[in-house]
């Protein structure tokens, strides 16, 4: 205990210092909780497998705010769609993903990050989730899974998502990677990313996506996982398939009961299975076969 005594020790001298008996013992009590605050998470991560204690702090800060630490974790986004190049809004948009994380056992062994994300057009003046717009079917953005791979290289964190089903299952290779810098205590972590895939059909997916990740301190605020996201590409078909501009920022939460009253009821209604982040490797397998399972959805 020796390395907390600087810590506590002012602390402990103020509530002897009083002739308060009560005084003194909520300032033992004090003293108790900041040793727990300190003491926790260093028993958390001396718990963690090799592979996490040797990675470098920067990944390590990265797979905690993206993935969280083993137990499922939410981002929650709400935004908007807007027509380019007028900026009238088309749509809002509300959405989260459920994520997870697997640390190898072994040092140099694959991280991998197990996630779904769902998303839906609102209007946008009501708020309501659109299932029709001109006559057009609206139906929800739904991702079963996706599994990213994470090492750092460079000083960049590099991501190769794995996502599809049956002959259409494909690795988008990280080729640029995500740079990242310290404001402060924040760390701040940017993802863009330049679409261009070649499709089935013999045309091309076209677009720009960029993340902005902001790390904060533990503690610091109520929330200190945060996001904002832009993308510059085709709109949907159903929406006319011009140009458009989306917008969302995102947050991260921990159970679902922080989560916005009307994305949690929209999702137990139309996708439940959305809530749970895919189990393991093996769910995933399974999903990429085409066999179904939890999270595929109906």
């Not at 939460?253 to 490797?281: M, R, T």
Request: aromatic share 12%; hydrophobic share 35%.
């Amino acid at each position: 205990m020796k390395a907390f005594i600087g810590l506590v020790a002012p602390l402990a001298l103020l509530g002897c210092a009083t002739s308060n008996a009560q005084t003194t013992t909520d300032a033992a009590q004090s003293v108790e909780q900041q040793v727990a605050q300190v003491v926790a998470p260093m028993v958390e991560t001396s718990t963690r497998p090799a592979s996490y204690l040797a990675a470098p702090e920067p990944l390590q800060k990265w797979v905690d705010g993206r993935a969280g630490t083993g137990a499922p974790v939410h981002w929650i986004a709400e935004g908007g769609v807007y027509e380019y190049p007028s900026g009238k809004k088309m749509f809002g948009m509300i959405g989260f993903d459920s994520s997870t994380v697997i640390w190898p056992e072994e040092e140099g062994g694959e991280i991998i990050h197990l996630t779904r994300k769902t998303f839906a057009y609102t209007d946008p003046d009501t708020g309501e989730v659109l299932t029709e717009y001109n006559g057009n079917k609206v139906a929800p953005i739904a991702y079963p899974y996706q599994m990213i791979t994470y090492r750092l290289e460079n000083d960049r964190i590099y991501g190769d998502v794995e996502q599809g089903v049956g002959d259409k299952v494909r690795i988008i290779k990280a080729d640029e990677g995500i740079p990242f810098e310290k404001v402060g205590d924040t760390y701040v972590y940017n993802a863009a990313v330049f679409l261009d895939i070649d499709l089935p059909t013999g045309g091309k997916y076209e677009a720009w996506e960029n993340y902005d990740f902001f790390f904060h301190p533990e503690g610091s605020l109520e929330e200190p996982h945060q996001m904002a996201w832009q993308r510059y590409g085709a709109l949907p078909s159903w929406a006319g398939g011009q140009p458009g501009i989306v917008r969302l920022l995102s947050w991260r939460v921990e159970s679902h009961d922080q989560f916005p009253e009307e994305i949690l009821k929209w999702a137990k209604e139309s996708q439940p299975n959305w809530l749970k982040p895919p189990a393991s490797v093996e769910e995933v397998r399974t999903l990429q076969k085409g066999e179904g399972g939890p999270g595929w959805g109906d």
